[in-house]
């Protein structure tokens, strides 16, 4: 019996290599879907897999190119309902295979997914050190991505608007000094530098613990600047270098007020006059993790705040308390900081940093 957690993760890391932002909650959407339908057929599966994985048209043609090669099936046209309604006899009815690089295995009764998976539902908040720690794996699935922008490198193009002299001169030599082929160019796309700040105060220390773990564990494409504020500004970016379990140890030694009260306009002022002004934010994309509390006076943040929105290219707030139901932003920090947010997401649980990712692509 194929495990159906195994599966479905699988097949949501063959989407997202193909450019479908598939993260651990619709993966366990998907798997909802199908321990509730419990399909027979390929034609059953594919439904709960459109109905679950994809979000906009243009990703379907995707989604049914991946369903053949991880399911091991024909054309996936016919899972669309593109045939003339038929009778299908049993012996017709494909049944659900998974690829597993031999033979097609049956899965016959879908099984409940690994303790991890389940706790990707829970709330950072709710999770002891062991179960967070449980969640390396499925966080080694999520991918950190931001922008592209142009940088001022340049590659060859044939179609390039530019001419490059250096490069035409020195292959005219190969024609007896004429420049038959003029060589263009282009410039070079690099992503944009992304920029951390980790509220990491007694009302944050469980998320921003989960948070600093997913940098880790998930941070393989951009290279992120980290810093930890509490009542003071940590840069931890070299601690994050190593595993995720000695990551968190080093983390912990090197930020000294871990739990302490929140100065999050005073810790924005250092980080600006010490690296962001410097260049650091410019151009970047920049996340501050942290709940809004705010033991300081509200007018340093909003002034800091509008400083660092004419440096960054996008500033992203990851809020747990955003999660709850009613929340406004009506009083304290939060509502100094909303109109220099591009977007406020909570990012509270595993199955939430989807839109948190997508927040910052």
Not at 231 to 253: F, H, I, S, V, Y
Not at 287 to 309: F, H, K, P
Request: proline share 4%.
């Amino acid at each position: 019996m194929t495990d159906l957690a195994v599966l479905a993760a699988r097949f949501g890391e063959a989407l997202r290599a193909q450019g479908v932002a598939v993260g651990a909650d619709r993966s366990a959407r998907f798997t909802q879907a199908v321990l509730l339908v419990r399909p027979q057929t390929t034609d059953e599966l594919y439904r709960c897999a459109l109905a679950t994985l994809v979000s906009t048209p243009d990703q379907i043609a995707v989604l049914e190119r991946v369903f053949a090669v991880v399911f091991g099936e024909g054309d996936p046209a016919e899972f669309r309902g593109d045939r003339p309604n038929e009778t299908v006899s049993t012996a017709e009815n494909r049944q659900v295979t998974a690829s597993n690089g031999q033979n097609g295995r049956k899965v016959e009764k879908p099984v409940l997914g690994s303790a991890a998976e389940r706790l990707a539902a829970r709330d950072f908040a709710d999770l002891d050190p062991g179960e967070l720690a449980q969640l390396r794996d499925l966080m080694r699935r999520f991918r950190i991505a931001t922008p592209r922008r142009l940088s001022r490198r340049k590659r060859v193009a044939p179609r390039g608007r530019r001419v490059d002299m250096r490069e035409t001169l020195r292959r005219a030599r190969r024609s007896g000094g004429e420049p038959a082929v003029l060589s263009r160019w282009v410039p070079r796309e690099k992503p944009r530098k992304l920029v951390v700040l980790c509220d990491i105060s007694g009302s944050m220390e469980a998320h921003a613990r989960a948070m600093l773990q997913l940098l880790v564990c998930a941070n393989l494409g951009v290279k992120a600047e980290v810093f930890t504020f509490a009542t003071r500004l940590t840069r931890l970016t070299k601690a994050l270098t190593a595993d995720p379990a000695k990551a968190m140890r080093q983390a912990g030694e090197v930020a000294p007020d871990w739990s302490g009260g929140t100065r999050i306009g005073a810790a924005l002022k250092e980080f600006l006059d010490s690296y962001g002004a410097r260049g650091m934010a410019r151009g970047a994309v920049v996340v501050i993790i942290s709940d809004g509390w705010e033991t300081g006076g509200t007018e340093l943040l909003a002034a800091q705040m509008a400083r660092l929105a004419r440096l960054a290219h996008r500033i992203v707030w990851a809020n747990p308390r955003t999660a709850q139901p009613g929340y406004r932003p009506l009083v304290g920090g939060m509502a100094a900081v909303w109109q220099y947010c591009e977007f406020v997401v909570s990012a509270h649980r595993l199955d939430a940093l989807d839109e948190f990712l997508d927040a910052l692509h």
